[in-house]
């Protein structure tokens, strides 16, 4: 038992050692991932882009995964869900990424204390938190196109009815 802990132990001081060794390095990430990662950093928070930035490396990897047709529903989502925080199709790979290697090590750790079910809590975590904060901003959006959507459409109405054209009564309202 003690052998064990002895190199569990050693393996976590490798994989801190190797950790501070990747941050440190020059990582090249393909042009679109750094296009996303730079232009999502402007409307993101700082846990947000620091999970982003942990993920990054492995978002292409998530991506082939989960296959094209399944990245084109995801796309579709997120852009339903108005592209809360940035979030891009990118980011939400490399989220789903860290969640997944955060729920799997936190599973781990609680299989080995024999708490099953809290196991079976970690692993939904690491599968489902990445779709509940997707989720959340789609009902929201929908909330706010639903409350805001009849007063829009009345004074659009009204602009119409006095003389102006569409376009420029469209116009008129955005301003409002």
């Not at 003690?2 to 990430?29: C, D, P, Q």
């Not at 459409?153 to 409002?176: H, I, N, P, T």
């Amino acid at each position: 038992m003690e052998l064990l802990l002895a190199l569990v132990v050693g393996l976590s001081v490798f994989g801190v050692f190797k950790g501070i060794r990747m941050y440190r390095a020059e990582a090249t990430l393909p042009g679109d991932l750094a296009l996303a990662l730079e232009v999502g950093s402007t409307r993101t928070t700082a846990v947000g882009s620091g999970i982003d930035r942990l993920g990054m490396r492995w978002a292409p990897l998530v991506l082939r995964l989960m296959g094209p047709k399944k990245v084109n529903e995801k796309r579709r989502k997120i852009d339903m869900a108005g592209n809360p925080g940035g979030l891009t199709i990118d980011r939400y790979a490399a989220r789903r990424a860290v969640y997944s290697a955060l729920g799997g090590f936190a599973a781990f750790a609680m299989l080995s204390s024999g708490k099953v079910l809290m196991s079976l809590f970690m692993i939904a975590f690491g599968l489902f938190w990445g779709e509940v904060g997707i989720w959340a901003a789609v009902r929201k959006r929908r909330d706010d196109i639903d409350r805001t959507l009849p007063d829009f459409l009345d004074v659009l109405a009204v602009v119409v009815s006095a003389g102006l054209g569409f376009r420029q009564a469209l116009d008129r309202v955005a301003e409002k």
